[in-house]
């Protein structure tokens, strides 16, 4: 037997009314950030984000807004709401393989909170060495594209004193 659409929404109202990307990866050591929309009417609402169960938060909420503007942190992780564009964003920075997994993005009220489930990869970062004695760099190129080191060599002649 299926269940019709129209059926879920009349048995779980605003089981649509916040969404987010599904999924976002971030390098070993970088970060992450995540955007979930909210319908209009939630604006005022504390929006949060937790690691997922399968309905509920395992362990509480990780970090949640009050219900403003204001950027809330806590140690790695910090969100804010942007009522204008009825959205807020999650960031994780610093990341870990133990920040890997399932979260909810949400808005918390009165009744079943509305959430969105996102999953978080993390991916070992990408070092190349150099030759200069600096710490290498993690960045991302096109596809086949290659890096080649230039070396400058300048002599100076001691025959030519000013």
Request: glycine share 10%; net charge neutral.
């Amino acid at each position: 037997m299926r269940i019709s659409p129209v059926l879920v929404w009349i048995l779980f109202p605003g089981c649509w009314a916040v969404t987010g990307p599904g999924t976002v990866h971030g390098p070993l050591g970088g970060l992450v950030t995540v955007r979930c929309q909210y319908e209009r009417g939630y604006k005022d609402y504390p929006k949060f984000w937790c690691r997922a169960r399968p309905l509920w938060c395992s362990s509480g909420h990780i970090i949640e807004t009050p219900g403003s503007e204001a950027e809330v942190k806590r140690g790695r992780v910090s969100i804010r709401d942007n009522h204008t564009l009825s959205a807020f964003t999650v960031t994780v920075e610093n990341l870990t393989p133990a920040d890997a997994g399932m979260y909810h993005c949400g808005v918390e009220r009165t009744g079943p909170d509305l959430r969105a489930t996102v999953e978080v990869t993390v991916s070992p970062a990408v070092h190349t060495s150099t030759s200069t004695g600096r710490p290498p760099a993690t960045t991302e190129q096109p596809s086949g594209a290659a890096s080649t080191p230039i070396t400058l060599s300048i002599s100076i002649n001691d025959t030519h004193a000013l």
